[in-house]
């Protein structure tokens, strides 16, 4: 049973471009949440999407954007990139009748930009 | 808001010594879940421990122990005799939302080295 994957693992931009980051879910689960993690610090929630449409958003600007496949995929998109962005990507999944607070994080992708 | 606060940065220890993970939270709800989560170098972030605002009953799963006090708000980690193979980043975590994958709040993390 395949957990949560992620795709790139690495990735190295310039400042001003943009960038897609990929996340499959755990087999059978519903819901995935993203993550931003600077180096250092805590992760910090970005947002949220179930049945193709974002939940839950934390504060982040609509620099960050996202999308949710049928097949419960999902992809982050961070246009015009700062410095700042530099960071690990964490994907979460879960399934949204299940254990309440049951998730499982991918492996994240390192997103660096010069 | 909710805010959960991890004091101690880092931590190094000997192996075999015991070692505790503070964790203090602030949130206006009564109902609540807080987490323990180990990030080894890889990146993953590795589930360890859940529990809700109404069971205060400490836990022990073999060298993890977990102490929730409401009336300090804190939610402590012990690890008993500690191996080099604990050396993580630990987070502690919480949730006030009841549905299944709901946004967390972590803390800043605490550096465990366990040295041999």
């Known amino acids: 049973d395949a957990g949560v994957t992620q795709s790139p693992t690495h990735l190295i931009k310039t400042r001003g471009q943009q960038v897609t980051l990929r996340c499959s879910p755990k087999?059978?689960?519903?819901?995935v949440s993203w993550y931003q993690q600077a180096l250092g610090q805590g992760p910090q929630f970005i947002f949220q999407?179930?049945?193709?449409?974002?939940?839950q958003r934390g504060n982040f600007p609509d620099r960050f954007s996202g999308h949710q496949f049928p097949n419960y995929s999902s992809e982050l998109n961070v246009n015009a990139l700062l410095l700042g962005d530099s960071a690990l990507y964490l994907c979460?999944?879960?399934?949204?009748?299940?254990?309440?607070?049951?998730?499982?994080f991918g492996p994240g992708t390192r997103l660096t930009v010069t | 808001a909710q805010k959960v606060t991890q004091a101690q940065t880092e931590i190094s220890v000997v192996e075999k010594e015991d070692v505790t993970l503070d964790c203090v939270y602030e949130?206006?709800?009564?109902?609540?879940?807080l987490f323990w989560y180990k990030q080894p170098p890889s990146g993953e972030l590795v589930f360890l421990i859940r529990?809700?605002?109404?069971?205060?009953q400490n836990e022990i799963s073999g060298r993890y122990s977990w102490n929730f006090q409401k009336s300090t708000s804190s939610f402590n980690f012990t690890i008993t005799a500690s191996q080099v193979v604990d050396s993580a980043v630990y987070f502690c975590?919480?949730?006030?939302?009841?549905?299944?994958?709901?946004?967390?709040?972590f803390g800043e993390g605490t550096q465990l080295t366990v040295n041999p």
């Open positions: 999407y179930y049945e193709e449409e974002e939940r």
């Open positions: 529990r809700n605002s109404f069971d205060e």
């Open positions: 975590a919480l949730s006030e939302d009841e549905t299944s994958g709901s946004r967390l709040t």
């Open positions: 949130t206006r709800d009564t109902t609540y879940y």
């Open positions: 087999s059978g689960h519903d819901t």
């Open positions: 979460a999944s879960s399934l949204t009748t299940g254990v309440p607070y049951e998730q499982y």
